[in-house]
């Protein structure tokens, strides 16, 4: 099955910084990346997704890249503000029949400092 | 719409006992899934269903049961609790065609703790 791997497991940076988050995946054939931020205590919240048809994506500070040859993508986050701090995680899906199954990253925890 | 509506909020068993964790949604969507999430682990799914009638194992189905007999509802059966259920559990509902994936929606949450 797949298998997704999520760096770094914390990110620390000062607001304004930017920040990057990176993924990489175990399947080929996986064609949808969607990336979720969860706030303490609450639900997972897709923030930005791309499909494997797109090598980039941006969403006014948010962007990601897919790089399918070599299995990864990556969440940039540009001018972080202190309510950018939460856990990211990225996930991966489309394997042949099962295409609705996400396969979830550990996750990483960013928190921007004021 | 309420989206994904999740109860109970919390619950605490004894090791031994048993419970369904219940789960609805109200935007039609025809894939729903349960996941599990542990401290440091992400999100690890338990069991999903692409229609009412057809369900299927995840990741970690050991010790849950599912069933789905409608579109909007999508209940987690926990037999015999276990502490190692300890954890917060996450339904989430997606909109499917043509075997393409959209963005799933979560569910509040259940935290469930096994004593």
């Known amino acids: 099955g797949e298998n997704v791997e999520q760096h770094p497991s914390t990110l620390s940076v000062q607001e304004g910084d930017s920040a990057v988050i990176k993924c990489t995946y175990s399947?080929?054939?996986?064609?949808?990346f969607p990336w979720y931020k969860q706030e303490l205590g609450k639900r997972p919240q897709l923030i930005i997704d791309i499909r494997s048809n797109v090598g980039e994506k941006k969403d006014q500070r948010i962007a990601v890249t897919l790089n399918k040859t070599a299995k990864h993508f990556s969440l940039h986050i540009t001018e972080t503000q202190p309510e950018d701090s939460a856990v990211y995680f990225c996930?991966?899906?489309?394997?042949?029949?099962?295409?609705?199954?996400?396969?979830f990253g550990k996750g990483t925890l960013l928190t921007v400092n004021p | 719409n309420a989206g994904v509506t999740q109860t109970p909020k919390f619950q605490v068993l004894k090791t031994g006992q048993s419970m369904t964790l219940q789960c609805a949604q109200d935007m039609n969507h025809e894939y729903m899934s349960w996941y599990r999430q542990d401290p440091g682990m992400g999100l690890r799914l338990i069991h999903y269903?692409?229609?009412?009638?057809?369900?299927d194992q995840g990741e970690v189905p050991n010790g849950y049961n599912v069933s789905r007999s409608t579109t909007e509802d999508f209940p987690l059966r926990l037999l015999s609790a276990a502490p190692s259920q300890t954890s917060v559990y996450f339904c989430?509902?997606?909109?499917?065609?043509?075997?393409?994936?959209?963005?799933?929606?979560f569910g509040p949450g259940t935290r469930l703790t096994v004593t």
């Open positions: 269903s692409v229609g009412a009638g057809i369900t």
């Open positions: 989430a509902s997606s909109y499917s065609s043509a075997g393409a994936s959209y963005e799933q929606y």
């Open positions: 399947d080929s054939a996986s064609n949808y």
């Open positions: 996930a991966a899906s489309g394997s042949g029949g099962s295409n609705y199954k996400l396969t």
